[in-house]
């Protein structure tokens, strides 16, 4: 469906006949009429929704669910007061919020004990001595209240154990009101603005009796599929993929702003209810949570532990097969009655375990060893593979970190799923990676597997070891080695040649027009490769050279293409200090250290003057960074360079430090308003200016408003802004405003 493709909720723009007919109905639509087409249009689209995000059996098509979607986003354009608090065109991301507040469970959000093995289950139900007394376990508990009989058989529940962000959502009288994350199992974060995007959280519940409030809990997660196509993209776009799906769910979850969160493929799934729900069993909670419009998991009824074990096993044969991640299954007691006679040990339940899987392990032949050359010249070994699946993902090549882990580190085993060989001390058995090796690789929780170690095979006898070159491998340069005396295994192997060596040239350059950094759009992998090889950039100051003609022959460019990149290169020659300074790609200097370096000296100048105990004197700054901040700001091609980009129309703007005199407050008292995109800078730069001038940033447009700073694609507020007759200033205005240069009226 495409109202499932990434951007949830989105329509595709319809331009056909049947759109028209959609469009041409609701502008003839008095406020009445369009009004009870609205009750009729939001519960027909929340079914639908439910139909095809819970249920998986969808009634209609795309198609037609657009055309209804699309009927309700025009009416609400028209009538903006028809738009409901549950109306399914609120998953589109709003406006991101300042920060996020506590959120308190009422009921604590708890965790579960672990298991790891079977015995380990089996001793959750009980525990006996040698004489074969019942000594623990939930069975003697229950036993020992009179819940149950001898003969008694305990039922449990068994469900795939998520590894997702844990998060509880508030209904009140039915309606979605709140979401937090679990915190500390009291108070978490609010995040109702990202959680209120997702697909297949539903914004009402299906009921005609809501109880007055209901908390629902369960885990953020991403869908495999939609995590590893989104990180495909990314790459394609010269991005850093996101190493694990869980971390990445969390980070999306916690931004402020909710426009990620509502593209991304992220699913709530409900396992349980905080208040305003009591069944006599957790399966009946189960169901009902999935009949108020949740979904859930699958879950499986076991008799008895022994039961339980099997269906874990069951489960954990196909596990690679679930559309998500799991990392165990949870096992709870299912009588809501035995659950009450149970109760709670600290913060864990005592009717409920969490058992966990083992990790993935797998062997497969070692094709090759690879030597990458980093941006910072870094040489790392990658292990190409025969590929080979593990833990639901294909793999072909993994890295090895460094030189010592490729020589020494590599453990032995007796075959992939044993431990390691150990000696006569009990020590385990390590040796270098050789020509045809066997490698056994681990995936657990993250995307990327590790190379555990090598196969103990009689061929190893004799075969050649791997080593590393002593030339760069791309560009023939001698490789340095750079010892490190306090941690002898942390030998770095690094090519000197910097932009000279080509693969540091291209990723020097992907790093410089990074989104982070420079921010060109449009400048991605292929393109640069373009460019290194026919010569046209030897450094990041000749992008600021490049015109439409020595673009446009180029391959997949063309004429408008070509444009966009001269323009895209134009508007980042006013990136605020700390991205420029990012850009550069001082090693060490990350977007925190680059922004705390231009919060405390002001200005590039002022960074390339300072010497070790200005450096040092930065929050944040060790020794380790300010050596090599110093080893940067001393080479003269690095000046050179930056004398280049200054020569070109690279700003390197310094930094307005917040105003100690009244003087300077130059928006003192004055309220703002920020909407759509601004060309040179983010939301939050241009409000972080604002407040250092002593204005005001606000969310939405009043008669108070003094300016409604507007970008492209302003949406609702600028027509408010216009409305109420409030100034409207563009960038250059806000610009203009900031260094009092521009009029005041
Ligand atoms: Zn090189």
Known sequence: MAHDEGDAGIPTPLGDDAARRVAARVAAMDEAAAAARVAE??????????????????????????????????????????????????????EPV?????????????????????????DFEERRDDSGRLRGGIRK???????????????????????????????????????????????GEDVTHTVRTLRNVPPRLFTDAPPPRLTVRGEVLFELEGFLEMNRRREEAGEKPYENPRNTAAGTIRQLDPGPASRRPLLFIAHSAGEGLVLPTHAALLDRLRALGFQTNEYELCAGIEEVIAAIARLGERRHDLPYEIDGAVVKVNDTALQEVLGFVTRSPRWAIAYKYPPDRVSTPLESVVFSVGRTGVVTPVAQLVPVRVGGVTVRNATLHNEHQMSREMRLFPSAQGEPLRGADGEEIKTGLRHGDVVVLQRAGDVIPQILGVLDRPERQGARPWVYPEDCPVCGHRLDREENPKEPEKVTIRCPNRLGCRAQLQASLKHFAGRRAMDIEGLGDKLIAQLVERGLVTRPSDLYHLDVATLAPLERMGEKSAANLVAAIDRSRRRPLERCLFALGIPQVGEATARDLAAAFGSLDAILAADEAALLAVDGIGPDVARRILEFTSDPRNLEEIARLRAAGVVFPDVEKPAQDDAAKVLDGKTFVLTGTLPSMTRDEAAARIVAAGGKVVKSVSRRTDYVVAGDKAGSKLAKAQELGVTILDEDGLLALLQGTRDES
């Open 41 to 94: 249009l939001v519960p027909e689209l929340l079914r639908h929704n439910y139909l095809y995000h819970v249920l998986g059996t969808p009634e209609i098509d795309d198609r037609s669910y657009d055309l209804l979607y699309r009927e309700l986003e025009l009416i609400e354009e028209r009538f903006p007061s028809l738009r409901r608090p549950d109306s399914p065109t609120r998953k589109v991301g709003g």
């Open 98 to 122: 300042d920060f996020l507040p506590p959120f308190e469970h009422r009921v604590p959000m708890l965790s579960l004990a672990n298991a790891f093995s079977a015995d380990d289950l089996r």
């Open 141 to 187: 508990l229950l036993l020992d209240a009179g819940a149950i009989g001898e003969d008694d058989v305990i039922t449990y529940v068994v469900e795939p154990k998520l590894d997702g962000l844990a998060i509880e959502l508030v209904y009140e009288h039915g309606l979605f009101v709140a979401a937090g994350t679990r915190g500390d199992g009291r108070v």
